[in-house]
Each structure stands twice: as C-alpha cells, then as structure tokens.
C-alpha cells in the first residue's frame, strides 16, 4: 500500500515542509504499511463536514456548501466528537455553536485543510484560488473596490469576494481569510499590520468655494451645513481646534456611514470630515475639494488583520502584498 502513495507524499512534503501537522499526515501515509502503530489521526473524511459547520454554524449550510445531505454532516461531527472523546459542538433546536475546545480545533483543521488545497494546487500546476476579505462599508466603497480592477488585471487567477461587516471578524465561523480594521492595531492571537494612518479635515464640493457664500475662511462655515457620521472624530473637537465658536457644531444631517456624508459632500449638499483615506480619490479627481488646511489626527489607523498562518497560502500571502504595494 506505500507504493500508492509515495509520489503524492514526496511532492506534498516538498511544499509543506514547514507545517507540521501536514508533514505529519504525510509521513503518515508513508509509513501506513510499515509502522505497527501508526500515529492516532481522526477520521479524515469527517474534517471537511466539522470545518464547514463550525464556520457556518449551520448544518444545512455546511451541507450546501459541500453538497451533503445534513445528516452526513451531522454523522461526521458525531464521528469526529466519538473519535475525540470531546464535545465539539453544542446542538440547540435551531442552532448549532461550538464548544471553546471546538473553536479552538476547527481553526487548526481549517489551517490543515487549506494548506493540503494549496499544496493540490501547487501540484497540479492550478494557482486558482479565492481570497475572502472583511472590511467596513465605507473603506471598501471608497478605497478598496476601486482597486480591486488592478488586482484582478495582475491576479486574474485569484477571485476577491469582499464581506462588508462593522463588527470584528470571527475568522473561523464567518470564513474569513484577511480583515482591514480600522483600530488601535492590537488584535489578541491575531497578526496586524499598519495599512495607513489617517488625519480628518473638512471637504466639500469645489462649487461651494465660490457662489453667494464662498468658503474662505473656518467662519464662514456658519452660513453652511455641516455634514456629520459616527466616527469618533466630530465637528465639535475641529471647530475646537479651529478657534471657532459662532457655528453650531450638532446642526446638519447625521449619516451612519461614512461614505454616504462623503457622497453628500460631493453632491454639495454641505461640508464633510473628511477622512483622508476615504477622501482621497475624490480630491485628486476634483470631485471635491479641501477648504481650509487645518486637520486632525484620527486617532485610530488602518490595519491589515489575519490568523497567525494563514500567509502560508500563496493567494492570501499575494492579496496582503498587494495592499502594501497599493499603499506605498
């Protein structure tokens, strides 16, 4: 039975020499014939059910997902939990989620099983791959999708499906392979990297620096409104700093994204903070325009946020590459 398998152990074990429980498997696999008492390993066919699962949280999502019937997915986290001897998974009438010994396995068997597709990849000439990136709506409206075209011209291999979530990303249910975060950077068991820093000052449409009443000067704001969001940076610490006290810094409409006070500033329906990353297209495309010099740090940056492994994957490691790239 070694003959099988030699020539597939040889090539996986060339590119996954550095992940050990790969290796492990391999040297496994090899040694199946000879070893009296092999290594204790799960049930293998029973990962791909459990991994779906514990990321969906679902049983009829993971069998979509894998093309299964639930029951097949349901016998194999049985299987796997009978294996084990441990509880992975907590079943409600509707619901499933995992136990901490469960999350804690599921994103080790996701690593495991990502690395062996690469590794599949890698052997078979095929480089496809997909790239699951989380970020918040108006970072990818204005900075991101943009782009993306120029990814996807230098990558046409590599498919980026973008999930826009203000909450923080749970790598392991919710799919996940990369996060661009806006934040202080520290994210607990997980790798950051600073993407970008980021300063706010006032933008509006380049029309309202003329007309019946220009912007000249941080008074003048008194005689237009002032478009709000829900960033923690707001008019009243600007005016502030401006030396201004004769505008209202609470009057004009409040948007709960970003983006869409930006969209109104363009459209010249008053003046924005703007947040130099999400702003900057639209300045240098003349759609609008910065009236007065004045700015603020953020106080908070862009990172790029992952599991600690997951740059082993070629198409990841490709993808967060590229955002350097973009940023520099």
């Not at 204005?142 to 790598?171: C, K, N, Q, Y």
């Not at 947040?275 to 740090?297: I, K, W, Y």
């Amino acid at each position: 039975m070694a003959a099988p398998f030699s020539n597939e152990t040889k090539w996986v074990n060339s590119v996954l020499m550095t992940n050990e429980k790969l290796y492990g498997i391999c040297e496994y696999l090899s040694q199946i014939d000879r070893d009296p008492m092999p290594r204790r390993l799960p049930p293998l066919n029973a990962l791909p059910g459990f991994e779906a699962a514990a990321r969906h949280l679902s049983f009829s999502r993971a069998a979509d997902e894998l093309r299964v019937t639930h029951g097949a997915v349901s016998r194999a986290v049985r299987n796997l939990e009978d294996h084990l001897g441990v509880q992975l998974m907590i079943r409600a009438t509707r619901s499933v989620r995992l136990t901490p010994i469960g999350a804690s396995y599921a994103a080790e068997i996701r690593d495991v099983l990502e690395h062996l597709a690469a590794a599949t990849s890698a052997a078979t000439g095929q480089s496809s791959g997909i790239v699951s990136v989380s970020t918040i709506d108006s970072f990818a409206a204005r900075w991101l999708m943009p782009r993306l075209f120029r990814f996807r011209r230098a990558h046409g291999d590599i498919d980026v499906r973008v999930a826009m979530s203000e909450r923080l990303t749970d790598f392991v249910s919710d799919g996940i392979d990369i996060a661009i975060r806006c934040g202080g950077g520290q994210y607990p068991g997980l790798s950051s990297e600073l993407l970008m820093k980021e300063d706010l000052f006032p933008v509006c449409s380049p029309k309202l620096l003329k007309g019946r009443h220009p912007l000249r000067t941080p008074a003048d704001l008194v005689r237009h409104t002032l478009l709000h969001d829900v960033f923690s940076v707001d008019w009243a610490m600007w005016l502030h700093s401006a030396g201004i006290d004769n505008v209202d810094p609470h009057r004009g409409p409040t948007f709960l994204s970003s983006d869409h006070a930006i969209q109104a500033a363009v459209q010249g329906e008053g003046v924005a903070l703007g947040r130099s990353a999400l702003v900057a297209d639209d300045l240098a495309a003349g759609r609008l325009a910065r009236p007065f010099e004045l700015s603020l740090p953020a106080g908070f940056a862009y990172y790029v946020v992952y599991p600690p492994r997951v740059l082993q994957r070629p198409n990841v490691k490709t993808f967060r590459d590229w955002l350097m790239a973009e940023i520099r």
